[in-house]
Nanobody, 116 residues
């Protein structure tokens, strides 16, 4: 089993930065995919960014060039560096881990509010 705990959310002004962290406990295989999703009220959960065990990254078009995902396998952690934040980035951000064999795990979410 895997437990994920996010941190780093908060309230910021447009243009500012935040770094989200996700600490995992349990089995995180080096080739597990790790990622960040977000959700706003009334909208579906959407992928923000993900990173494979070989450090290949994939970003949603709406964060390209502004957000960076990276992982530290030794610490069993994944991070999301968010820059040039916009009001539309306001959401609850969830950490996600998927084992190669299929099981996936979610954190409880961390709120990001970008004032408009």
């Amino acid at each position: 089993q895997v437990q994920l705990v996010e941190s780093g959310g908060g309230l910021v002004q447009p243009g500012e930065s935040l770094r989200l962290s996700c600490a995992a406990s349990g089995t995180i295989l080096p080739n597990s995919e790790m990622g960040w999703y977000r959700q706003t009220p009334g909208k579906q959960l959407e992928l923000v960014a993900r990173i494979t065990g070989s450090y290949e990254t994939d970003y949603a078009h709406f964060v390209q060039g502004r957000f960076t995902i990276f992982r530290d396998n030794a610490k069993k952690a994944v991070y999301l560096q968010m820059s040039s934040l916009k009001a539309e980035d306001t959401a609850v951000y969830f950490c996600h881990v998927q084992w190669p064999s299929g099981p996936q795990f979610w954190g409880q979410g961390t709120q990001v509010i970008v004032l408009s």
